[in-house]
């Protein structure tokens, strides 16, 4: 299950008239908020999430062949309605954090059965990019500078692809965590990193942020996380649409309700031509649990009961309608059709 090597990937640009903007990431590090970090050029920003995991740690978790490096886009269509599957980097997570209440030998004997190292693989960031009608939209923009040295990278791969950031409509999101939203900002001046792009948003998960006593509530892992995250919901507050499950988000996207990973997280079906493609955001987040063993409890989901109801619910649902799926966090590009294997499911990338 390991993702390919870059060189395999065909590169395709696939659609022409777009210029790379003269505007970079910074890639400075500097912050405009000690929510995110404290970090500088020369010491890059601490991960802030995820435990706390520490950059030191985070460094020495990352294998030389699986640190971030450019990853050429890749395409596929959904009837007339073009796709693009655009890397943000890497995630490093702690199988500890991930699974807080499996015995990590089971989930070691798991990944092995799939062919994968015992302690798991770095977390893929796979954000979806769509021509549509008049419209470019990101579903999702990653997480910016500030999260993990190894994300980020969305708006460098989006240039390397010829997607200059002005051209990008409309930003859908799935939801509000960080490795999801805060690309959003610029990290050198709070800037709107998509400055032509109105946002969607679905209402629960607005609501669920955007109010103060979130951050008194959620978990000590999550509490920097939600600042962070209300703090940027407010910027762009006058340029949010928030919308609820069926709701058409852009021409041929639709609105899923999918909740349990956060309150009001959404998938996004695509539709057009008598073909589908469902955006899934973090539902379904790694090649092997997420499809072997659908009930395990993940420690990254808000309510870890109705999240797995939900899995089970879509994995039955793409696998009874063919449906593909791209995951955002599944082994690079994440993008798969869903069978059933015994009692359970599994994913057989496309
Ligand atoms: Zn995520």
Redesign the pocket.
């Known amino acids: 299950m390991s993702p390919p090597p870059c060189a395999s990937r065909r590169r395709k640009k696939i659609w022409a008239g777009t210029k790379a903007s003269a505007r970079t990431s910074s890639g400075n590090g500097r912050t405009t908020s000690s929510v995110f970090s404290t970090g500088d050029a020369a010491h890059p920003a601490s991960p802030c999430c995820f435990g706390g995991l520490a950059a030191a740690a985070v460094a020495r978790m990352i294998r030389p062949d699986r640190a971030w490096a450019a990853i050429a886009p890749v395409a596929h269509k959904v009837g007339n309605i073009e796709v693009m599957i655009v890397s943000d980097g890497v995630l490093n997570v702690p199988l500890s954090f991930s699974l807080p209440e499996t015995p990590l030998s089971e989930a070691a004997a798991l990944f092995k059965a799939h062919g994968m190292p015992e302690g798991g693989e770095p977390v893929q960031t796979n954000v979806v990019l769509v021509k549509t009608g008049n419209d470019t939209v990101l579903i999702d923009v990653g997480s910016g500078a500030n999260f993990q040295p190894t994300a980020g990278k969305l708006q460098e791969n989006l240039e390397a692809a010829g997607i200059a950031p002005d051209t990008i409509t409309k930003v859908v999101f799935t939801h509000a ?1 960080a ?2 939203l805060w690309g959003v900002l610029d990290d050198f001046d709070d800037a709107e990193r998509f400055p032509n792009a109105s946002y969607v948003i679905s209402a629960p998960e607005w609501d669920f942020w955007s109010n103060p006593a979130t951050v008194e509530t959620v978990p000590d892992w999550l509490k920097g996380m939600a600042l962070g995250t209300a703090r940027i919901l407010k910027k762009i507050e006058d340029k949010v649409e928030r919308r609820k499950a069926g709701d058409t988000v852009a021409p041929g996207l639709t609105y899923a309700a999918t909740p349990g990973h956060t309150p009001g997280h959404m998938s996004v079906m695509i539709e057009n031509g008598g073909q589908r493609l469902m955006i899934g955001g ?1 539902v379904l987040a790694n090649n092997a649990i997420s499809f072997a063993r659908p009930d395990w409890r993940i420690g990254s989901d808000f309510d870890r009961d109705r999240a797995a109801a939900t899995r089970k619910s879509l994995l039955d649902q793409l696998a009874a309608g063919k449906i593909p799926l791209v995951g ?2 599944l082994a690079w590009p994440g993008l798969g059709m869903v069978e059933r294997a015994g009692n359970a499911y599994r994913l057989v990338p496309l």
């Open positions: 965590h490795d999801h973090d955002f966090h």
